[in-house]
């Protein structure tokens, strides 16, 4: 089946293209000097993980600049009636070194009033522009590269205008966007998926219902039938209706490019969530791992243990 040994390292490749480069016409850089002269006052979140708020409080028409402050490892952000501009200031409750941490964000659907930039000591990367939210974007970048700088586009009615967008820390390698940060189309080695059962977000043996594509989001949704439930962390999984013969059903995603197809047998499927969705990482033949997992065993190898049968 191509499908599932492409599948067994079916995360997304480095195929995608970077986000738009910024067009013509000077940087904010007034409103950032405001910011470093200490113009700028402070917006805490009420839950310290996500923010919704509005350019049309008197606060916002009092400064230029707002400061909000986000303690979590994901959350949303949303600007109703964007006006001047946003400094988003992550610091999350994290034990891991901020070079080794990756922040991707997604818009939200209908995000509009306001392009996103990445900041760093004055210096401004445009990451998202105003009305060109191509699917599935979501541009990455170290998090020692700097801060997010949301700033409102001009507009002539801004009553119906809301920006808005995901956020999300990762500890996996730097790319430019969140497609480049999962391995490629390839089958895992021994090593990967005896790593994966124990660190993936969840872990199931089942078999392939149906595939379905959707090429303008360049992915492609897996949806199984599930008889064994290891792990999940969020409900991706769900108990099947009366009459479909009992076990789970749910979908998880890969690249249009891995080229997955329906096939037939059992596969251990693990994987990561990636803003509520699930995302495929690993999927060997169930028997092959049954094989894999025995020798590794019997050497005392195993960085975890789970149930084989």
């Given amino acids: 089946m191509r499908g599932a040994t492409r599948a067994a390292g079916g995360r997304a490749g480095q195929l995608w293209p970077r986000p738009p480069a910024p067009g013509p016409g000077p940087p904010p850089l007034l409103l950032l000097l405001a910011v470093l002269l ?20 008197h606060e916002a028409h009092r400064k230029e600049v707002e400061q909000v402050y986000l303690r979590c490892s994901a959350g949303t952000v949303e600007w109703m009636y964007p006006t001047g501009a946003l400094i988003v200031n992550l610091r999350p409750n994290t034990f891991s070194p901020s ?35 191509g699917p ?3 541009p990455c970048f170290g998090f020692e590269q700097g801060g997010l700088f949301v700033e409102a586009t001009p507009q002539q009615d801004i009553s119906r205008r809301t920006t808005g967008f995901q956020y999300e820390l990762t500890s996996r390698r730097t790319g430019p966007d969140l497609h480049a940060l999962l391995a490629p189309c390839r089958p895992c080695s021994h090593t990967e998926v005896l790593l994966a059962v124990c660190t993936s977000d969840f872990v199931v043996r ?7 594509h959707e090429p303008e989001r360049q992915e492609s ?41 329906p096939g037939h047998g059992e596969f251990l499927f693990t994987g990561h969530m990636h803003f509520g969705e699930a995302w495929l990482g690993c999927a060997p033949r169930f028997k092959d791992f049954q094989r894999m997992y025995r020798d590794a065993e019997e050497r005392g190898l195993n960085p975890c243990e ?4």
């Avoid at 997604?106 to 445009?126: D, V």
């Avoid at 078999?207 to 379905?212: E, F, L, P, Y």
């Fill in 38 to 57: 200490g113009g700028a006052g402070a917006q805490y979140s009420s839950d310290l993980c996500s923010w919704k708020g509005s350019g049309l409080t």
């Fill in 99 to 133: 070079r080794n941490l990756t922040l991707c964000i997604k818009p939200l659907r209908g995000s509009s009033g306001a392009n996103i930039y990445l900041e760093k000591t004055g210096e401004l990367k445009l990451l998202v522009r105003d009305g060109d939210l």
């Fill in 136 to 138: 599935g974007q979501a």
């Fill in 206 to 212: 089942g078999s392939i219902q149906k595939v379905t």
């Fill in 221 to 261: 949704a897996i949806h199984l039938n599930v008889s064994r439930l290891y792990r999940q962390k969020s409900r991706v999984f769900r108990p099947a209706p009366e009459g479909e013969g009992g076990g789970w059903r749910g979908r998880v995603s890969t690249l249009l490019e891995c080229g997955v197809r």
């Fill in 306 to 309: 789970m149930g084989t049968e």
